[in-house]
């Protein structure tokens, strides 16, 4: 479990570099013409996608060729090489279904993006389940391999399902259609106006979350743990007791990419009121499922992880975790807030702030405190995250209401 959560910083990373900047700025561009013309248009998908295509078949050649040199030098462990070249493979298709479900995002059509993501699951559990009951079978032990050939799986299943999607669209959609008036190359401006500071953002963030990832394990062995164990502690963590508290935020995530195109809409309309009504919902709904979640996961979160992982170490780390959901679930919806009214350079700032007192945690703290170290600085990012979203969030509805 923890070789395997060694690739998230690389995945995050190809991410950020080739679709992540691009679906949110498609998803905001459609969203704006929308509301302006009245219809349609394919060609905000198009032009990201003629961009964040090569960029990722770019990013898939380095990764499979730089294989080693990323696995031994920046992961700091040579185990995960074939894993990574596995991996690339999954950095084009990802970015073909970004670019998709941000059109469909923009028009408000979620169901789309939403079965491609289920696809996408059961894809990917069930090539787990298949190839590793093959390797028992036979006698074997299934690698971890099998797990990231699940992934790659699982998206090649969901990019073909949203290209099956976007190539019914037309048909059904009579006046967006491909064929409207506007050049598709005015569109570029736009739509790399908002793409390119959301990558920059996205990239220094993830930079920094990799720094995060690969120093845990390494600052785990000066507090005395040998590597297996460092690694087994970080796998816990990261791949046990975390999905759990980031299971009730599928919910508010869902909240946060609709509330993308509404608030871009009504911003652009200049219609304040709804942005300031939509606002007060989603603070009031998301903060009062977090302090239940909080609740739950403080009750049963011990139970949770011997029951369930049969691992006391994850129920420990589920409760502690269980103090951060009122301000993790609130955090993500209102960064989708601050995205819809353009404040994507304030959001990073924010945001490497809480990186950096995460990261300054790691190699303070958990050298002399453990892996303890790290969740209390999780705990106090959050925290200051939730504060200065606030701060800013309220500053700007003041703002428009004078």
């Known amino acids: 479990m923890g070789l395997y959560q060694l690739l998230s910083p690389v995945l995050s990373l190809s991410f950020s570099l080739t679709a992540a900047g691009y679906q949110t700025a498609i998803s905001k561009l459609v969203a704006e013409q929308t509301a302006r013309l009245k219809r349609t248009s394919l060609r905000p998908m198009l032009a990201g996608l003629s961009i964040s295509l090569p960029l990722s078949l770019l990013c898939n050649a380095l990764i499979y060729f730089g294989a080693d040199f990323i696995a031994e030098v920046l992961l700091q462990e ?217 609740a739950g996961f403080l009750l049963l979160g011990n139970q949770i992880g011997t029951s369930v992982f049969n691992s006391p170490l994850a129920g420990r780390f589920i409760t502690t975790l269980g103090f951060i959901c009122p301000f993790l679930y609130l955090d993500t919806t209102l960064s989708s807030i601050l995205q819809g009214l353009g404040k994507a350079g304030h959001i990073f700032v924010m945001n490497a702030v809480c990186l950096l007192i995460r990261l300054a945690f790691v190699f303070l703290a958990v050298p002399r405190f453990g892996i303890t170290g790290y969740l209390w600085g999780l705990l106090v990012s959050q925290l200051v995250l939730g504060v200065l979203y606030f701060l800013c969030l309220s500053r700007f509805l003041k703002k428009v209401s004078t």
């Open 78 to 294: 040579s185990r995960t090489a074939s894993m990574l070249r596995i991996l690339s493979f999954s950095v084009p298709m990802s970015a073909v279904h970004a670019c998709v479900n941000g059109h469909f995002y923009g028009i408000k059509k979620a169901g789309i993006p939403a079965a491609s993501q289920l696809l996408e699951q059961i894809a990917r559990v069930g090539c787990v389940f298949i190839v590793s009951a093959q390797c028992l079978g036979a006698g074997k032990n299934p690698s971890i391999n099998v797990a990231v050939l699940g992934l790659t799986l699982g998206e090649l299943c969901s990019m073909l399902f949203s290209i099956a999607a976007i190539w019914q669209s037309p048909k059904n959609a009579g006046a967006a259609s491909l064929l409207l008036q506007e050049n598709r190359h005015s569109l570029y401006p736009g739509l790399l106006s908002m793409a390119l500071p959301l990558t920059a953002n996205r990239i220094v963030l993830n930079l920094l979350q990799s720094v995060e990832s690969v120093s845990i394990p390494a600052r785990l062995r000066l507090y005395g743990y040998d590597n297996t164990t460092a690694l087994s502690v970080y796998g816990v963590l990261t791949g046990m007791a975390m999905p759990f508290i980031f299971f009730p935020n599928a919910l508010t995530s869902s909240v946060a990419v609709l509330l993308l195109p509404v608030i871009s809409e009504n911003y652009a309309l200049g219609n304040y009121r709804a942005v300031k009504s939509a606002t007060l919902k989603t603070v009031r709904y998301c903060g009062l499922m977090g302090i239940c979640c909080m």
